[in-house]
């Protein structure tokens, strides 16, 4: 399903930023409770986002989503009522950015194959079911272990590593060009050529390498050492077999250019080759 660039484009960042002040105007004037009626936006936003919606509707709804998610952290990490809520109001932050911008990447990048998807709200099941296991992590250890959750240096530093892995991959997104697909390509295509600038001339697959420092730096945010190792061996294992898969159709495509260039840099991803 391809869209135009830029009216999505524009609709999109539209929408996120006049929900942002939409939510900021009602919490300025309407709301005591900031959390009663976030909560209820929030359910009735992941109810949409299961719906079948034709493109535009299904654009608004998820930049609307994201929009209230950001707010909402960003009201967390700066309450000095909910204290529970300041770590995890960062992790919001970074979780409604990182998939706000990767459509707005696509769009910028290749709106050839950008797409509702592109936001990756459906990334998978497995996906979602992680984000849980480490939200579930989150307020049970800070309620058993407090102390857990009061180690600053490693919420900065794992604050640091998303922002890194952000610029990483949209670096990568964005020297790939019309080459960056959120799927595997099986055939070739005329657009594709064999990218060895820029990021990729220090990595194979800095978009992976940019979304895994990304998503071992949001369990950091959350001092989640349980779902830190998970996350980072889970996330490991999942690129490496990708990797490996990808990797046999670029043989395919690029032949000896592309194992010439397999030997001479590394994938980026720490033991695979």
């Known amino acids: 399903m391809n869209m135009t660039f830029p009216k999505y484009l524009i609709f999109s960042v539209f929408t996120f930023v006049s929900t942002i002040l939409t939510c900021k105007f009602l919490l300025k004037w309407y709301i005591s409770n900031i959390y009663i009626p976030f909560i209820v936006l929030f359910v009735t936003f992941v109810v949409l986002l299961l719906a079948p919606l034709p493109e535009i509707c299904g654009i608004v709804v998820r930049s609307s989503f994201l929009a209230i998610l950001f707010f909402t952290g960003f009201c967390g990490c700066n309450s000095d009522h909910f204290e529970i809520f300041h ?3 960062w992790y919001l932050c970074v979780l409604s950015t990182f998939h706000f911008t990767e459509f707005i990447a696509i ?3 290749n709106d050839d194959t950008l797409s509702i998807d592109s936001f990756l709200l459906n990334h998978s099941v497995e996906y979602w079911l992680a984000a849980i296991l480490s939200w579930v992590e989150y307020f049970v250890e800070y309620y058993y272990f407090p102390s857990l959750k009061h180690v600053a240096l490693i919420s900065k530093c794992g604050f640091m590593l998303t922002i890194t892995g952000e610029v990483v ?3 990568a ?3 790939a060009g019309k ?7 099986t055939k070739r295509k005329e657009t594709h050529k064999l990218v060895t600038t820029g990021v990729y001339h220090l990595w194979r697959h800095p978009a992976y390498l940019g979304w895994l420092l990304w998503c071992v730096g949001t369990q950091l945010i959350l001092c989640n050492p349980v779902c830190f190792v998970g996350y980072s061996y889970v996330s490991w294992k999942f690129l490496k ?3 490996q898969v990808e990797e046999s159709y670029l043989v395919q495509f690029f032949g000896n250019e592309y194992l010439k260039y397999r030997e ?5 991803i720490p033991f695979v080759d």
């Not at 001479?264 to 980026?268: C, I």
């Open 264 to 268: 001479e840099v590394p994938s980026g």
């Open 241 to 243: 077999q990708r990797i």
């Open 179 to 185: 080459g960056f697909s959120h799927l595997v390509s």
């Open 169 to 171: 991959r949209k670096l």
């Open 173 to 175: 997104i964005y020297t």
């Open 87 to 89: 770590l995890f109001g």
């Open 107 to 109: 769009a910028v990048c």
